[in-house]
């Protein structure tokens, strides 16, 4: 219950993912649901911790005692999503019901031309962001991912859609190289969304007022935006039973200018504004958590500056600095 949430392996791995493929693309949505329930039981067997974190979970969102029905549920939703990524990352958008709340405002900047970072969390499905695709097939949307941590999501994703996964930029990457990365997607335009729930070993935390208790957030990525000075929108991909999803778009922070003697507070501040808005849709659909670990420790950074790995802000000046020399040699 206590291990970083790194620690813990690829649920079902490799070829389990393949396997649910096999099935989905030749039985069928139905069928491959209808093998949800033995996966769901496995889990819930065999999965001690990731059983254990679900119920410490749930007693907090529902305040009350969880059953292990209630486990269940929750390991089966998230099988759910698993086994609709197939389907949506695959572009067969027709076969689900997504409704949008927000969208026309994240349009109204993609219509400026105006590069956004989406900010979303392990809470719902967040290829349900695949729905953009409709409204603006032209629209390139690039996703932030740790590919060596998630080699079978990412050599799925290869399998069902290779632009996508050429679109991927790799978290894995030292500092600067991902903030480059991310700087030219937004000057063109493109959306950049990562996942800003979780914190890696040794990244800068700040605390928040999660669920009735103190977690700790990543503050890398608000960092990141304001060193950027681009608009943050959050994303919220919920499941809601069947073939039924709510995208939901939030407008959250305009282009950030933070004095750096500033930034401490500031950053914090909105780590703060992040968590209220995330424990709001937690509550709204609590059974689409999906940080299967104790998330009060288990997202435990180093305190020590001096021990933990580079700032991203840091790296996002170097990144924005290497930016400006790389337009100068080419205006050159």
Same mark, same amino acid.
């Given at each position: ?267 914090? %501040?909105?780590?703060? #504004?992040? @968590? &209220? ?5 937690? +509550? $709204? !659909? ?28 840091? %790296?996002?000046?170097? #990144?924005? @600095? &290497? ?5 100068? +040699? $080419? !205006?050159?």
């Amino acid at each position: 219950m206590n291990a970083h949430w790194k620690q813990r392996p690829e649920g079902g791995g490799m070829f389990a993912l393949w396997v649910i493929r096999g099935i989905a693309r030749h039985g069928g949505r139905a069928v491959a649901r209808a093998c949800l329930y033995p996966i769901t039981l496995y889990f819930l067997i065999v999965r001690g911790p990731e059983r254990q974190a679900s119920l410490a979970y749930l007693a907090r969102v529902l305040d009350r005692r969880p059953t292990l029905w209630d486990a269940a549920r929750h390991i089966h939703t998230f099988a759910a999503t698993i086994l609709d990524r197939v389907f949506l990352l695959s572009g067969q958008l027709a076969r689900f019901d997504i409704q949008t709340v927000g969208l026309p405002a994240l349009a109204a900047r993609v219509d400026r031309g105006e590069g956004v970072l989406i900010f979303g969390s392990h809470h719902g499905s967040f290829d349900a962001l695949r729905v953009l695709a409709l409204t603006r097939p032209a629209l390139r949307v690039r996703i932030v991912l740790d590919v060596a941590h998630n080699q079978a999501i990412t050599r799925l994703l290869g399998a069902l859609n290779p632009q996508l996964a050429r679109d991927v930029i790799d978290a894995g990457q030292d500092g600067v190289s991902i903030v480059l990365a991310i700087q030219e997607a937004l000057a063109n335009g493109e959306l950049v969304a990562l996942l800003v729930d979780r914190a890696e070993p040794g990244d800068a935390t700040a605390p928040a007022s999660f669920l009735g208790h103190e977690a700790s957030f990543p503050s890398a990525p608000w960092s990141l935006a304001a060193t950027l000075k681009v608009p943050v929108m959050l994303a919220f991909g919920l499941y809601r039973g069947d073939n039924r999803y709510e995208l939901v778009f939030e407008e959250f922070s305009e282009r950030l200018d933070i004095p750096r003697q500033h930034r401490r507070e500031q950053l914090a %501040a909105l780590v703060r #504004g992040y @968590a &209220a808005r995330l424990q709001h849709h937690v +509550r $709204r !659909a609590p059974y689409n958590w999906f940080n299967f670990y104790d998330f009060w420790h288990g997202n435990d950074a180093a305190d020590d500056p001096g021990t933990s790995l580079p700032h991203l802000g840091d %790296a996002a000046d170097a #990144g924005v @600095a &290497a930016g400006e020399r790389r337009d100068l +040699r $080419r !205006a050159g």
